[in-house]
């Protein structure tokens, strides 16, 4: 989940909700994501921005200002590695309902999938992957912090942020999604220069938001869609959950939000499509 303030040295997000979302759907299989960077869109090879100094981890947060009134609606399928025995309980890290709404009103989105949950729902997660209307990009596979002190997360330590990344990847192939994308959000939103070097590599472009929609643990629908629809901005990246226990509102968040911006003259998109409108440049 998203914290609601940036450090210097780490950009968070609140805390660590435990989340998903998704519906089954047929079998497929998967390539891993590990092409270079490339700012140009190809059949084989989503847009990314360039390596930044070095060859860090390039980090990506809204798309150009200048170019029309594009916005990318963007869900973390939060899931950590120890929550198999509150899934089993029958706690509900899926959403449907939320599903449902996309679909029903035609909005393409990014879901940020961690492997762990891929693992609990393959079904869901190749049904997801296998619908062109949405893109599955990687969360970690554990869902535990790349940083120290990002709103009480667990931690993972520098010597295995690189095989946690690569083990969702594997996770998402592995659960049936034919094409998951070379995009990496951190988990909780944190990181800092040893986390982007720890990538460094690994042909991702690390995507961030500009819009915290502050729908985790919130219970106040109308309070979320106005931060929304006053955060909003032509290129933004909102940030959102598709759980039921732990972000609850965010279906009806989701089918006030798009109607209004709509009439707004918003059109959305992809992460992808607003990467690649930025030409390789931040």
């Given at each position: 989940m998203i914290p609601l303030a940036r450090r210097l040295t780490a950009v968070c997000a609140l805390g660590a909700a435990l989340t998903a979302c998704g519906t089954a759907g047929p079998a497929g299989t998967a390539h891993p994501a590990k092409s270079p960077a490339s700012s140009s869109p190809s059949p084989s090879r989503p847009p990314l921005l360039a390596p930044g100094p070095g060859g860090l981890t390039p980090v990506f947060e809204h798309g150009p200002r200048t170019l029309g009134k594009t916005v990318a609606l963007t869900f973390d399928a939060d899931m950590t590695a120890d929550e198999g025995r509150r899934a089993a309980s029958g706690e509900h890290f899926d959403n449907p309902g939320l599903i449902a709404a996309l679909r029903s009103l035609k909005v393409?989105?990014?879901?940020?999938?961690?492997?762990?949950?891929?693992?609990?729902?393959?079904?869901?997660?190749?049904?997801?992957?296998?619908?062109?209307?949405?893109?599955?990009?990687?969360?970690?596979?554990?869902?535990?912090?790349?940083?120290?002190?990002?709103?009480?997360l667990p931690t993972v330590g520098a010597d295995r942020m690189r095989s946690d990344v690569e083990r969702a990847y594997t996770s998402l192939r592995k659960a049936g999604v034919p094409k998951p994308m070379p995009y990496f959000r951190f988990p909780g939103g944190c990181y800092d220069q040893q986390a982007l070097r720890?990538?460094?590599?690994?042909?991702?472009?690390?995507?961030?938001?500009?819009?915290?929609?502050?729908?985790?643990f919130a219970t106040d629908a109308d309070a979320v869609v106005r931060q929304v629809l006053d955060g909003v901005k032509p290129g933004s990246v909102v940030?959102?959950?598709?759980?039921r226990s732990a972000a609850p509102t965010t279906e009806r968040v989701v089918r006030s939000v798009v109607p209004e911006l709509r009439k707004r003259g918003y059109r959305f998109v992809k992460v992808s499509e607003l990467i690649g409108e930025s030409g390789g440049h931040r």
């Amino acid at each position: 989940m998203i914290p609601l303030a940036r450090r210097l040295t780490a950009v968070c997000a609140l805390g660590a909700a435990l989340t998903a979302c998704g519906t089954a759907g047929p079998a497929g299989t998967a390539h891993p994501a590990k092409s270079p960077a490339s700012s140009s869109p190809s059949p084989s090879r989503p847009p990314l921005l360039a390596p930044g100094p070095g060859g860090l981890t390039p980090v990506f947060e809204h798309g150009p200002r200048t170019l029309g009134k594009t916005v990318a609606l963007t869900f973390d399928a939060d899931m950590t590695a120890d929550e198999g025995r509150r899934a089993a309980s029958g706690e509900h890290f899926d959403n449907p309902g939320l599903i449902a709404a996309l679909r029903s009103l035609k909005v393409p989105a990014t879901v940020f999938m961690t492997g762990r949950w891929a693992d609990q729902y393959p079904a869901q997660a190749r049904s997801l992957g296998h619908e062109a209307q949405f893109e599955v990009a990687n969360h970690s596979y554990s869902h535990y912090a790349f940083t120290e002190d990002c709103y009480g997360l667990p931690t993972v330590g520098a010597d295995r942020m690189r095989s946690d990344v690569e083990r969702a990847y594997t996770s998402l192939r592995k659960a049936g999604v034919p094409k998951p994308m070379p995009y990496f959000r951190f988990p909780g939103g944190c990181y800092d220069q040893q986390a982007l070097r720890a990538l460094s590599g690994l042909g991702v472009t690390a995507v961030q938001w500009d819009v915290v929609s502050g729908d985790a643990f919130a219970t106040d629908a109308d309070a979320v869609v106005r931060q929304v629809l006053d955060g909003v901005k032509p290129g933004s990246v909102v940030v959102m959950h598709c759980t039921r226990s732990a972000a609850p509102t965010t279906e009806r968040v989701v089918r006030s939000v798009v109607p209004e911006l709509r009439k707004r003259g918003y059109r959305f998109v992809k992460v992808s499509e607003l990467i690649g409108e930025s030409g390789g440049h931040r």
